[in-house]
């Protein structure tokens, strides 16, 4: 996603309710000088993407989000993990990138995932992310 769609998409997902072209647009505005028409290309594009619904009200349209911002990160994240030609050296720097508050969450994430049915691993195996 570009740097002008990331800017449109933030606003629906901070809205996260169907918008307009010029509600887009007028958010926009404050910061930075652009053309409604513009706005208007920009989630066209975002709907062929799949990142946006719409429904037409009169002679215009409301757009919504397909997912949220939280799922786009999932999926770039996958992506470029996919990429990779050694996804488990991949993984170890990305974890080393991590801040603590990164890993915590990462680890609190894999403890959702187990479910309380699933225990933990056993002594001796891979630690939790979030342990040092």
Partial sequence: MGELEDAVMTRVWKWNRPVTVREVLEDLQ???SIAYTT???VLDNLHQKGWVRRESEGRAYR???VSTRAA???A???DAWSQSDNPTAALIAFFGMMSEEQRQALGDA???MRGPETPAPNPGSV???GER
């Fill in 127 to 129: 630690p939790d992310v």
């Fill in 110 to 112: 894999i403890r959702i």
């Fill in 76 to 78: 770039l994240m996958n």
């Fill in 39 to 41: 706005v208007m290309t």
């Fill in 72 to 74: 786009y990160a999932a």
């Fill in 30 to 32: 404050q910061e930075r």
């Fill in 63 to 65: 757009y919504e989000a």
